[in-house]
């Protein structure tokens, strides 16, 4: 096996390095005068099942599109030179929320992101927890290996709630699914009945709008669970709607963590008792002390074990299971 990690993405491969206790394959990264660039591994490659690990998260140095460009040249390099396989390891992927059509003659730019890791010649991908997985898989040809965070989300879910009554809410209508799966494995896990509700939301030319509430969130605490903050926007909407309806306290739990501008209105909510995102994209946008407040949780072991699993032909769906 290869595992190489871009120079953006360098502490995240790092930390999947040691789960897998391996180290990373050295590879070079140039930028030329005129602010084109090349990489190349340091190592051979020929016959070898190579994993390329860049998160597509914008900044803080280079936008989404230039490290999504980065990994496929990268990875074309790497067929060029007899890679045998060669999986990109995704932690966040770019362009997901661009899923669907909402304005005439709009991109579906999920699909079009995934055309182009194909036409480089990857042979399978890997992410945690996009936006649409059914547009995660319904883009790609090729294996597209999805990792939910339900498990990693377990031990955060018990220590917020305690014993008091627990309910998981999806922020919007698209997040029911990944809102009752995540509950599902929590009464599993901390082995007692969990409530849900979900809110409605629409977003179009940037204004969010729509509050009502499906489900009966009074007297419990409330988790709500999101792919993503990017603003915060929609979470802090969300914990008012709930707080109205008698939930006692409220968390909001993500994947990946964005924080555009701080999310200042997420933590400067008196609605948001607790925030807990995973690794994937790093907290170079908050301060101190709103960093301070973030429970991040490392999700470089599940990677690890994934590519375990795919380089040894082991079972994804057993390691989601747990
Ligand atoms: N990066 C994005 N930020 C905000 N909204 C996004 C992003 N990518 C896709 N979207 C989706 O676009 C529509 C709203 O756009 P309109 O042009 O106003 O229809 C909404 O579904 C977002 O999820
Ligand atoms: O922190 P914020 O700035 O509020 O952004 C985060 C929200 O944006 C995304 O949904 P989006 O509204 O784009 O999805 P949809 O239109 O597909 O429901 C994401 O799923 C979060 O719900």
């Known amino acids: 096996m290869r595992l190489f990690a871009l120079d953006a993405t360098r502490e995240f491969g790092e930390r ?12 070079e990264e140039r930028v ?4 084109e660039h090349k990489a190349r591994p340091l190592v051979s490659v020929r016959d070898r099942d190579c994993y390329v690990v860049q998160s597509l998260h914008a900044g803080p140095d280079d936008p989404a599109s230039e490290k999504l460009v980065r990994l496929l040249f990268f990875a074309a390099t790497l067929r060029d030179h007899g890679a045998r396989r060669v999986t990109a390891v995704i932690p966040y992927m770019a362009y ?23 036409a480089a010649g990857i042979d399978a991908v890997v992410t945690l927890e996009t936006h649409n997985v059914a547009a995660w898989d319904n883009a790609f040809r090729i294996p597209a ?21 627990l309910a998981v809410v999806s922020p919007d209508p698209g997040g029911v699914k990944r809102a009752q799966l995540l509950r599902e494995h929590l009464e599993a896990k901390l082995g007692r009945e969990i409530g849900s509700a979900w809110l409605e939301k629409r977003r179009s030319a940037g204004v969010v709008s729509g509050s009502q509430l499906a489900g009966d969130v009074a007297g419990a605490a409330a988790i709500l669970i999101d792919d993503i903050v990017s603003t915060g926007g929609t979470m802090v909407r ?17 994947a990946h963590g964005l924080f555009i501008d701080g999310a200042r209105p997420l933590f400067e909510s008196p609605h948001i008792e607790r925030v807990a995102v995973t690794d994937t994209v790093p907290l170079f946008r908050l301060d101190a002390a709103a960093a301070e407040r973030v429970e991040t949780i490392p999700a470089a072991p599940l990677f690890a074990d994934a590519v375990r699993r795919l380089h040894a032909g082991g079972s994804i769906s057993e390691l989601l299971a747990r």
Not at 16 to 27: E, F, I, P, Q, R
């Open 238 to 254: 969300a914990a008012e709607t709930l707080k109205e309806a008698g939930a006692t306290r409220v968390a909001a739990f993500a």
């Open 145 to 165: 290996v999805h990792l939910v965070p339900h498990d990693l989300f377990a031990e955060p879910a018990r220590a917020f709630a305690g014993d008091a009554p």
């Open 96 to 118: 997901a929320r661009k899923d669907r059509r909402t304005k005439p003659r709009d991109p579906v730019t999920s699909r079009y992101a995934a055309q182009l890791i194909e």
């Open 32 to 35: 030329f005068e005129d602010g």
């Open 16 to 27: 999947m390095a040691a789960a897998l206790g391996v180290d990373l394959d050295a590879h």
